[in-house]
């Protein structure tokens, strides 16, 4: 089984999707690209700026500009932001010749590892859990929609998560390739 040309994790703030998508790439020898980071760059401002100035609004224009911008860079590893599901037009970019990971990860894993976190404009009142309940709510299906994996991350480490999901896209040994067949698409 050859490799896909990019990889695309989606999934909720807190999924791990930078950390598992560095390992990913290391191990693949794809370069790694996160999406939220390049932003920032670009701007020469964080993310909370960007909401503060621009409102949600100019954030997520700014995401759909570039996640049409990095979806032609091949032998990557793109981690998304949180929403980047959100704006229908961006799913032809998040799709186009990849394959699309959904770290699928429970609101109180999605709690605990935000938690201390003051770069999340979208988390930064009094009842975080409560946003992120509702924001999983509408973009659950969406993730789900959009994956061709659901990797489920609770209390996986993020090198369990990674020799998983390179076992799914190139299974090696006739155990993993059973294993490949009996999950068909792809609850892992
Ligand atoms: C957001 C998630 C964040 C970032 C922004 C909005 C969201 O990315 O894009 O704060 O709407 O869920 P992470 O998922 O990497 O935290």
Redesign the pocket.
């Known amino acids: 089984m050859s490799l896909p040309k990019r990889i695309v994790l989606v999934?909720?703030?807190?999924?791990g999707?930078?950390t598992i998508g560095r390992m990913l790439a290391r191990e693949l020898g794809y370069r790694f690209l996160?999406?939220?980071r390049i932003?920032e760059e670009r701007c020469g401002a964080n993310?909370?700026w960007i909401?503060d100035v621009e409102g949600?609004k100019g954030?997520r224009q700014r995401?759909t500009a570039m996640l049409g911008e990095l979806s032609v860079e091949p032998e990557t590893v793109l981690?998304?932001?949180?929403?980047?599901v959100?704006r229908v037009e961006n799913h032809s970019a998040l799709k186009k010749d990849s394959l699309v990971v959904y770290l699928r990860t429970s609101i109180e894993q999605q709690v605990e590892r935000?938690r201390k976190?003051r770069?999340?404009?979208?988390?930064q009142n009094d009842d975080p859990e409560g946003v992120l309940r509702g924001?999983f709510a509408i973009?659950d299906p969406l993730y789900t929609e959009l994956a061709d994996i659901i990797m489920h991350t609770d209390r996986k480490s993020p090198r369990l998560v990674v020799r998983q999901l390179v076992n799914r896209m190139n299974p090696k040994t006739p155990r993993q390739q059973r294993q490949v067949r009996k999950e068909g698409r792809n609850h892992v």
């Open positions: 999934g909720p703030m807190g999924a999707k930078s996160d999406s939220d932003i993310i909370p909401f949600e954030f995401e981690a998304t932001g949180g929403g980047a959100i935000t976190d770069n999340r404009p979208l988390l924001l973009r």
